[in-house]
T-cell receptor, first 113, second 113 residues
């Protein structure tokens, strides 16, 4: 069966360090992979999109990698700040199946000052 | 630009009651979606629409109905609420299918007693 896995345990890091979050998937052939940020009581907010033929994408302090052989995406936040504390969700687009994103359950990031 | 607006923000229903959740978007997006979010399970797709007058089933459609009579509105109905439908409901919209970021509302927290 299709599955998207994100670490359910919270990630705690010190301010200034790099946070790395993982998204693994099975039985998908995603054309695109997206990352979202969700704050408590709010809807998810789009951060980055990476295509299947791209290895890496950057936006300011954010970097996403996409390895279709390992079936994994890594999401990095460099020089992390307490304001980066939130839950981060990955989501996959398929060429086949429903024309809608499928989401992982998210990883909560806590950046300590 | 309000983006995606959901009403109501909170609602408590008794088992067997019915209600309609309203989603409105002002971005002229073709695609609209209803997701539910439960602890540890992430966002699960209920129904979606690829344009005015169209709807399609998602991953967990049972117990819900939807309508998209106008391009800017997407309604989610619960005909006979059950405690298992206690959840946070998110509406989202996007410009297109694959590769388009989703824009989310801030959710409706529904409790069924």
């Amino acid at each position: 069966s299709q599955k998207i896995e994100q670490n359910s345990e919270a990630l705690n890091i010190q301010e200034g360090k790099t946070a790395t979050l993982t998204c693994n998937y099975t039985n998908y052939s995603p054309a695109y992979l997206q990352w979202y940020r969700q704050d408590p009581g709010r809807g998810p907010v789009f951060l980055l999109l990476i295509r299947e033929n791209e290895k890496e994408k950057r936006k300011e302090r954010l970097k996403v990698t996409f390895d279709t052989t390992l079936k994994q995406s890594l999401f990095h936040i460099t020089a992390s700040q307490p304001a980066d504390s939130a839950t981060y969700l990955c989501a996959l687009d398929n060429y086949t199946g429903r024309r809608a994103l499928t989401f992982g359950s998210g990883t909560r990031l806590q950046v300590q000052p | 630009n309000a983006g995606v607006t959901q009403t109501p923000k909170f609602r408590v229903l008794k088992t067997g009651q019915s209600m309609t959740l309203l989603c409105a978007q002002d971005m002229n997006h073709e695609y609209m979606y209803w997701y539910r979010q439960d602890p540890g399970m992430g966002l699960r797709l209920i129904h979606y629409s690829v344009g005015e007058g169209t709807t399609a089933k998602g991953e967990v459609p049972d117990g819900y109905n939807v309508s998209r009579l106008k391009k800017q509105n997407f309604l989610l109905g619960l005909e006979s609420a059950a405690p298992s439908q206690t959840s946070v409901y998110f509406c989202a919209s996007s410009f297109g299918p694959l590769g388009s970021p989703l824009h989310f509302g801030n959710g409706t927290r529904l409790t069924v007693t």
